[in-house]
């Protein structure tokens, strides 16, 4: 049973930055696929950026080259860092993980952070 922790999300103005962490417990051995998810008002959530065992890295076309997804493995935390953020991004963030072979439908969630951008 994996746990996910996520924290900071806030309010920033756009143009702004934040980073998003993910504290993750309980794995097991076997190649896990790790990632954030955004879910706007009114609209189906949806994938945001995904870290696989191997350390590859996909993208949605909106955040390419704006958020950058990374992890210590050291501390077995979760990052998204999201730089030029746009009002557009505003939205409960998830953490989830599973392993890879269930991507893109992950079984483990964390319970969410709000980030809400202000034009």
């Known amino acids: 049973q994996i746990q996910l922790v996520d924290s900071g999300g806030g309010s920033v103005q756009a143009g702004g930055s934040l980073r998003l962490s993910c504290a993750a417990s309980?794995?097991?051995?076997?190649?896990?696929?790790m990632g954030w998810f955004r879910q706007a008002p009114g609209k189906e959530r949806e994938g945001v950026a995904s870290?696989?065992?191997?350390?590859?890295?996909t993208y949605a076309d909106s955040v390419k080259g704006r958020f950058t997804i990374s992890k210590d493995n050291a501390k077995n935390t979760l990052y998204l860092q999201m730089n030029s953020l746009k009002p557009e991004d505003t939205a409960v963030y998830y953490c989830?993980?599973?392993?890879?072979?269930?991507?893109?439908?992950?079984?483990?969630w964390g319970q969410g952070t709000q980030v809400t951008v202000s034009s």
């Open positions: 989830a993980a599973d392993r890879c072979s269930r991507w893109p439908r992950p079984n483990y």
């Open positions: 309980g794995y097991t051995y076997g190649p896990y696929c």
């Open positions: 870290l696989d065992g191997s350390g590859a890295t």
